[in-house]
């Protein structure tokens, strides 16, 4: 039996239990949340759900189960996870790697005494610590939540009246961390990622994924599979994320390392010991690697995987940005179309009408506009013919609808 710590991350119960099933019976380990209360119905039909708690009964708990491996796609889970991993005997991180992976800060300071990348943080846990951080790291900063995803209450730090304005509305356990500035990039984000399958025996980068560029603060809007870059680059990037995992001590699983593209060289953004979002569904179309599965198989204790061939093709998603103000979708207009477009091979809308958006800087994705083209170019030309099509409807608080067509920054 394979059992999944789920929650909100990257992969779905009907992805897991696809991927997986005809292997193994699955189990779902549920902590106490709206989310999970919601999916728990769809989930009892894949297999056997379990509550947590977040206690030591958790560990009775899932022990009589008897299962055979543990682990997670979620950012929020991966501490429980490798609680229990530990607890039970099974493969999983080490308690130390988790830590370091789930709290920035101490994966900064691992990166910076191993030699790989070193950026200057101060943490702040009250508004009365801003003074001190900003003379430590001066101007300008990124601050970010020292645990957490998904640029929630991520925020570029130029000045001090930003400073200002940001240490009288954001919460404690908080990190300000240097800014580190990206080389011109246009088209593209001056960022890549890099997926990785880790096992003691081998670390074996599958891809070396592009973006393109974020929306303010820094928002994503999709994947590029692979990224545009000349080989020596790629071989320097994955070369730099392959000391920063071992530094790390990962040795299992997968892993999506962000890099930041600098005048420089490469340098670390962050690693997350967990598969990135929506990377599966590109995996499985330009590399015929379902990651889910091998995931699955993984924390199962095989750690065999065939070698990822070099796409023919540039395969991509956009998802859209929803605006940072709480509102509600009315409506989306121009699917069909764009569905039509050549080189598009897909649309799934990931917000639906009715649907509310709470706003913030969060990424939130609006859909999965997924295609292939010949070449990058090609690429940019298939998506500035969808989007064109597009528009979304809001309504926003204060009662106005409002029409708004997706962001396409590669344009400015």
């Known amino acids: ?68 491996g543990i682990m997670t796609f979620s950012e929020s889970m991966l501490r429980d996870t490798s609680r229990l991993t530990t607890a039970l005997g099974l493969p999983g991180h080490r308690l130390e790697t988790t830590h370091m992976l789930t709290d920035k800060l101490a994966q900064r300071r691992r990166l910076a005494e191993a030699g790989v990348d070193s950026v200057r943080q101060h943490v702040i846990d009250t508004p009365a610590d801003w ?16 645990y957490g995803g998904g640029s929630r209450d991520t925020y570029l730090v130029p000045d001090t009246e930003t400073a200002q304005r940001l240490a009288g509305t954001l919460p404690g356990g908080m990190v300000l961390e240097e800014f580190i500035q990206g080389r011109p990039s246009l088209p593209y984000g001056d960022y890549v990622s890099v997926e990785s399958l880790c096992s003691p025996d081998a670390i074996t980068h599958i891809a070396v994924t592009g973006k393109f560029p974020q929306m303010p603060p820094f928002r994503e809007l999709g994947h590029i599979w692979p990224a ?104 989306t207009h121009g699917i069909k179309a764009a569905r039509r477009v050549k080189g598009i091979t897909g649309y799934r809308p990931l917000i639906r009408a009715g649907q509310r958006l709470d706003g913030g800087v969060m990424t939130t994705q609006m859909h999965l506009l997924c295609g292939d083209a010949e070449d990058h170019v090609a ?18 608080d204060d009662g106005e609808t409002a029409l708004q067509a997706p962001p396409s920054t590669w344009r400015t």
Not at 135 to 140: C, R, S, V, W, Y
Not at 379 to 396: K, V, W
Request: overall charge negative; proline content about 7%; aromatic content about 8%.
């Open 1 to 68: 039996m394979l059992a999944i710590a789920y929650e909100r991350g990257a992969a779905s119960g009907a992805e897991v239990a696809t991927a997986l099933a005809a292997d193994t019976p699955l189990a779902f380990l549920l902590p106490a949340s709206d989310y999970t209360a919601w999916v728990k119905p769809v989930l009892e039909e894949l297999g056997t759900v379990v509550p947590l708690t977040g206690g030591d009964e958790d560990i009775d708990r899932v022990k009589a189960l008897s299962p055979d």
């Open 131 to 146: 003074p001190e951080a900003i003379e430590a790291i001066g101007f300008p900063a990124i601050v970010k939540p020292l």
């Open 228 to 331: 545009d870059l000349p080989s020596d680059e790629m071989a320097g990037v994955c070369e730099l994320v392959t000391r920063a995992l071992k530094a790390l001590g990962v040795d299992f699983g997968v892993a999506h390392t962000e890099v930041k593209l600098t005048a420089d060289g490469p340098r670390i953004i962050e690693v997350n010991g967990r598969l990135g979002g929506y990377i599966n569904e590109l995996s499985r179309r330009a590399a015929g690697l379902d990651l889910v599965r091998i995931g699955g198989l993984l924390a199962l204790g095989e750690h065999a995987w065939s070698e990822p061939v070099d796409p023919i093709r540039v395969h991509f998603q956009y998802w859209g940005a929803g605006p940072t103000d709480p509102c509600e979708l009315v409506a």
């Open 379 to 396: 690429m940019f030309a298939a998506l500035d013919e969808a989007i064109a099509h597009l528009t979304y409807e809001f309504r926003f």
